[in-house]
């Protein structure tokens, strides 16, 4: 499940994005996480979580002939993950799970989002004028209480409480 992320994988910087491209420039990004997950040992299916029909024809192009990763796309995927790391985004999908039982009505998946603007391009000011946009109505991150409430609910299980304090010490300190 989720090869790509809930669709993380499929919005690379562009300087990750444009390794993959250099290397197969007809392969769409997603093709990259559902080849992966589908070369792993012992794998029968990959449910792809595709939205549309145009995401499900790029799925059929390259599953209905599949080939498994070889060494040098392997190396390649393991490079990405390096570059991938080194960003310190934070890996939210945006599913909003975590959002309708926050007693402090915290727009988390938005705060992390400004989060990863700030990381993917290190322009500080518009991540945190983005932040401020989309707390206006509601609370900051320093206003969680850490119930626990999210975290329990996020199915990427991220430490949400800990992710919003070093948020909240960036953006609001
Ligand atoms: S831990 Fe914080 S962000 Fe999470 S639900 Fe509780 S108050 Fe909201
Ligand atoms: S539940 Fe987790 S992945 Fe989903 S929006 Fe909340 S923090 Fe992000």
Known sequence: MEPVKGGILAELPNQIGD???AYAPEASLPSWGIRFAASLDGILAVLSGMSNI?????NLSYMKDF???NEEEQELIRLVQDDLNSL????????????????MNIPIP???????LYKQFNEKERAVSNYNLNCRLRN????????????G???QHLPIISLL?????????
């Not at 310190?88 to 007693?103: A, F, K, N, Q």
């Not at 938005?110 to 990863?116: E, L, T, V």
Request: charged share 25%; glycine share 6%; proline share 7%.
């Open 153 to 155: 609910a996020c199915p």
């Open 140 to 151: 900051k991150a320093s206003a969680c209480i850490q119930c626990g409430q999210c975290e």
């Open 110 to 116: 938005k705060i992390f989002g400004a989060w990863n």
């Open 88 to 103: 310190d985004r934070i890996l939210c999908t945006s599913c909003h799970y975590c959002e309708p039982g926050c007693p």
């Open 165 to 173: 304090e070093t948020v909240a010490k960036e953006f609001e300190g």
């Open 54 to 58: 145009a995401q499900m024809q790029d």
């Open 67 to 69: 080939k498994p990763l």
């Open 19 to 21: 390794r993959l491209r």
